[in-house]
């Protein structure tokens, strides 16, 4: 089975199991999404030349632990892209650089900062925060952190980058669970 997805993958769209599901979300079922870079600065991604397939989805998130009277917590994009030969361990590095050159910078019109959270070879997890608002876009006092998460498996990446849902977002533990369940479906590819 797993040779079969594979050869799917390289000869057209990544499969949609490869992709976070509404049971992952709690909320509505996923709906297909443009594909964007991380929003690191104004980073750029060399490796986007060694694309073979790509998928991306957006996905609203409540934390389970809510009813479903709560609105959603926060909003997901996850990207699924295959490479060729190197283009997977490429793309991980150029984002642990942008990150590094990058701690201070921009998301959208705020000032933001970013931070590595967690750094291996496979896998990177980025905290960036901005002042945190209210509903109505007035300041709030402390920082909203949202974040990128990258999982490399292979020649494949699964990307997660949250931007948060109205003044809410999710938790870190809450973010770890998506990476993980997104980690999982990656290994579909292998």
Same mark, same amino acid.
């Given at each position: 089975m797993k040779t079969?997805?594979?050869?799917?993958?390289l000869a057209?769209?990544?499969?949609p199991g490869t992709l976070l599901t509404q049971a992952?979300?709690?909320?509505?079922?996923?709906?297909?999404?443009? /594909? &964007?870079?991380?929003?690191?600065?104004?980073?750029?991604? +060399?490796?986007? &030349?060694?694309?073979?397939?790509?998928?991306? %989805?957006?996905?609203?998130?409540?934390?389970?632990r809510l009813s479903t009277d /709560? %609105? +959603?917590?926060?909003?997901?994009? *996850?990207?699924?892209?295959?490479?060729?030969?190197?283009?997977?361990?490429?793309? %991980?590095?150029?984002?642990?650089?942008?990150?590094? =050159?990058?701690?201070?910078? &921009?998301?959208?019109?705020?000032?933001? =900062?970013?931070?590595?959270?967690? *750094?291996?070879?496979?896998?990177?997890?980025?905290?960036?925060s901005t002042a945190a608002y209210n509903d109505d876009g007035s300041v709030a006092g402390g920082r909203r952190v949202t974040w990128i998460a990258a999982v490399r498996d292979g020649d494949a990446v699964t990307m997660l980058e949250t931007i948060g849902y109205e003044s809410g977002t999710a938790s870190p533990a809450e973010v770890r669970g998506l990476v993980k369940a997104a980690a999982k479906r990656l290994e579909l590819l292998s």
């Amino acid at each position: 089975m797993k040779t079969a997805l594979l050869a799917l993958v390289l000869a057209g769209p990544v499969p949609p199991g490869t992709l976070l599901t509404q049971a992952d979300g709690h909320v509505g079922p996923p709906v297909a999404a443009a /594909y &964007r870079a991380p929003a690191v600065c104004d980073a750029d991604f +060399p490796s986007d &030349r060694l694309v073979r397939s790509r998928a991306s %989805i957006e996905l609203q998130y409540r934390s389970a632990r809510l009813s479903t009277d /709560y %609105i +959603p917590t926060d909003t997901v994009h *996850n990207t699924v892209t295959v490479y060729r030969a190197g283009g997977a361990a490429q793309f %991980i590095t150029e984002l642990r650089t942008a990150v590094r =050159k990058c701690p201070l910078g &921009r998301f959208g019109a705020r000032a933001a =900062k970013f931070r590595l959270v967690e *750094n291996s070879d496979d896998a990177l997890l980025v905290e960036r925060s901005t002042a945190a608002y209210n509903d109505d876009g007035s300041v709030a006092g402390g920082r909203r952190v949202t974040w990128i998460a990258a999982v490399r498996d292979g020649d494949a990446v699964t990307m997660l980058e949250t931007i948060g849902y109205e003044s809410g977002t999710a938790s870190p533990a809450e973010v770890r669970g998506l990476v993980k369940a997104a980690a999982k479906r990656l290994e579909l590819l292998s």
